[in-house]
């Protein structure tokens, strides 16, 4: 199993400004994730973070909005740049869950921009 | 563009009475997973059940796989209060070789009423 920390846990924002959310996992994992969900709706996969290369950005986000960082198997970064009130939303990072086993996740960060 | 389809899309009921999700999809999977969520919070893992596994049980929860009808249920008996929360179903498709992610259902909010 695999415990995920992940903050800030909710933040205000001005638009234009950026924010960077962290993760830390207690322990290597080989895939992590990034994840927008809109209140009330599904996750959608904003892109897979990959150790030592870049990540992959799923289609409709790109990097220069959200830049990844994935320096180590056990650290994340996502960091949503230029914000509008559209993207308030919740961000969620997580590991694991490709290979038959389950994935887990962060407690996700609540982002209002206002 | 999300491959999972859950019915109901809320559910109310009683406590003590059982509640019973519906997960479908599209393509050939490796394995189908589900989710709980609660209040938009990091989610965590219930149930995992692979490709060639028909049922698994856990606790009050038993879910079910038809990879001919390619849908699977989550069943949670003798509910409770403190089962309310959005549930998801998340397939990891097969022959994804290095791409390799959870695709996410709609989810069913479910309300369990004292």
């Known amino acids: 199993s695999a415990v995920i920390s992940q903050k800030p846990s909710r933040d205000i924002c001005q638009r234009g400004t950026s924010l960077t959310i962290q993760c830390q996992v207690d322990?290597?994992?080989?895939?992590m994730f990034w994840y927008r969900q809109q209140p009330g709706q599904s996750l959608t996969l904003i892109a897979t973070?990959?150790?030592?290369?870049?990540?992959?950005?799923e289609s409709g986000f790109v990097i220069d909005k959200f830049p990844i960082s994935r320096p180590n198997l056990t650290f994340s970064t996502l960091t949503v740049s230029n914000m509008s009130p559209e993207d308030s939303s919740i961000y969620l990072c997580?590991?694991?869950?490709?290979?038959?086993?389950?994935?887990?996740f962060g407690q996700g960060t609540r982002l209002t921009v206002v | 563009s999300q491959q999972g389809e859950e019915d109901p899309q809320a559910l109310s009921i009683q406590e003590g009475e059982n509640a019973t999700m519906n997960c479908s999809y599209k393509?050939?999977?490796?394995?189908l997973q589900w989710y709980r969520q609660n209040s938009g919070r990091g989610l965590v893992h219930l149930i995992l059940?692979?490709?060639n596994e028909r049922e698994k049980h856990s606790g009050r929860l038993r879910v079910t796989l038809d990879t001919s009808k390619k849908s699977s249920s989550l069943l949670i008996t003798a509910s409770r209060a403190a089962d309310t929360a959005s549930y998801f179903c998340?397939?990891?498709?097969?022959?994804?070789?290095?791409?390799?992610?959870?695709?996410w259902g709609l989810g069913t909010s479910l309300a369990v009423n004292p």
């Open positions: 998340a397939t990891v498709l097969a022959n994804a070789g290095n791409n390799r992610k959870l695709i």
């Open positions: 393509t050939s999977i490796n394995n």
């Open positions: 059940i692979r490709s």
């Open positions: 322990s290597q994992v080989t895939m």
């Open positions: 973070a990959n150790q030592g290369s870049e990540a992959t950005y």
């Open positions: 997580s590991a694991g869950g490709t290979a038959n086993t389950e994935a887990f």
